[in-house]
């Protein structure tokens, strides 16, 4: 028999015991063990229910058990989440998690003490929701070199592109349909703003790449200035706007970002939509791999939490080695000396003049129309990829002509 204790009971942490519950004989039957969830951490009273016995309000009841050697932390948040973690850790537990805020921040520390502790700390559930991604990185794919890793890993975000996109609803309306749904975060600003989606390739990157990649330094830009025009001049290309993530290895360095892209309607990532994931995985030896599913929602977000405790049941006395380093150097390339296609749009009251300035300092642009009313005093075009330092003073100059009143929206465009 092994007894874990689950720190948190909301939507992950209630789903994770209400899967080890219905599973129950399937599980029993790949790893010949009974698990048995014997505490439930929440300050929460959860009067009606049936596992108000399990319930504690106090770590140490946990922590101080020999009986539990896993504690599944679905708490969120940095701070009570770390300092629960690291005391679990250090008391030999092994622990399993979906934060992906926590292992984004403290990855490297927390893994770090897991091996010294002969323990494992996994978090399978911290990327992507259900769709196996760490796993398969860390074991599937392990005789490859990375090369780039890339995906949709917000599936608010996608979700509010594919009612933008296929629906003609404004972001505002997609936003409030995806709340009410319960896909977006308690505050949509993480999912919107990109940082939810940043959490997931520093991870993602740190785990492809060998080093700890601070999520706070990579370039991050969410959806909230999209537009439908924008949509539509997408469209008129024959391409789709995506929130992508990008970790990708630069010589001995790290190019990440996050940030909407143009993406031809052909490309893999084009066809994911709604609440759906899907990352993309290059590798020296086996080329392109997709990963594809649910990246959201209580019950496969506890599905990954569950393989992770099943894991561990399996190797209960052994370290997985899975670990990054923390660089003493700057490990992201600055993404200004970066090469990239924009797209842009302009407000002008002298369209020949703008075609002028941008057919001067771009060769190769083209210019982009669509038919609709609201956009009959701008010019849109694409850049010919170029360092974006260059194609940011370029733009400045644009900004600057008397007769350019403002630059609407810039959106980066994947050519190859
Ligand atoms: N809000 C996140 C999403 C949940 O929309 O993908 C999973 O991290």
Not at 194 to 199: I, N, P
Not at 252 to 273: C, D, M, N, T, Y
Request: proline share 2%; glycine share 8%; with cysteine.
């Amino acid at each position: 028999m092994v007894n874990i204790a689950v720190l948190g009971f909301g939507t992950v942490g209630s789903g994770v015991v209400d899967v080890i519950e219905q599973n129950e004989k399937s599980i029993r039957r790949r790893v010949n063990e009974e698990i048995v969830v014997k505490y439930i951490l929440d300050i929460r009273d959860f009067e009606d229910s049936p596992y108000k016995h399990l319930l504690t309000k106090n770590i140490d009841d946990i922590l101080e058990d020999k009986e539990v050697s896993i504690v599944v932390e679905v708490m969120g948040g940095k701070e009570y989440a770390y300092t629960y973690t690291k005391r679990a850790l250090l008391s030999g537990k092994h622990v399993v998690t979906s934060n992906k805020e926590l292992v984004a921040t403290h990855g490297a520390e927390l893994l770090a003490i897991a091996q010294g502790k002969n323990v494992n700390y996994l978090f399978e559930a911290s990327v992507g929701g259900g769709i196996p991604i760490i796993r398969p990185l860390n074991q599937c794919l392990a005789a490859n070199e990375i090369s780039e890793i890339y995906g949709i890993l917000n599936g608010t975000t996608n979700y509010i592109l594919t009612q933008m996109i296929k629906h003609g609803q404004r972001f505002e309306d997609a936003l409030k349909d995806a709340q009410e749904k319960g896909y977006a975060e308690r505050n949509p600003e993480a999912d919107v703003e990109g940082h939810d989606a940043c959490r997931k390739i520093a991870i993602l990157s740190s785990l492809s790449f060998g080093f700890q990649v601070d999520a706070e330094k990579i370039h991050t830009e969410g959806i909230t200035k999209i537009t439908l025009q924008d949509v539509a001049y997408a469209e008129e290309i024959g391409s789709v706007i995506k929130l992508l993530g990008i970790g990708k290895k630069v010589g001995e360095k790290v190019f990440a970002r996050v940030s909407p892209v143009i993406i031809p309607r052909e490309h893999p990532l084009a066809g994911v939509e709604n609440v759906f994931n899907a990352i993309l995985v290059k590798g020296n030896a086996i080329g392109d791999v997709m990963f594809y599913g649910q990246g959201a929602g209580k019950m496969p977000t506890a599905s990954a939490v569950v393989a992770d405790i099943i894991d561990i049941v399996r190797n209960i006395d052994r370290n997985n080695r899975v670990m990054w380093d923390v660089s003493e150097e700057e490990v992201l390339v600055d993404i200004a000396q970066t090469n990239t296609a924009y797209f842009v749009r302009v407000k002008t009251e002298d369209k020949g003049a703008v075609f002028e300035q941008v057919n001067k300092n771009f060769k190769g642009c083209s210019f982009i129309s669509i038919e609709d009313e609201s956009v009959q005093d701008e010019v849109a075009f694409i850049t010919p990829e170029k360092q974006e330092k260059e194609l940011q003073q370029v733009l400045n100059d644009i900004n600057n002509m008397p007769c350019v009143s403002t630059i609407y929206n810039v959106i980066r465009v994947m050519k190859e």
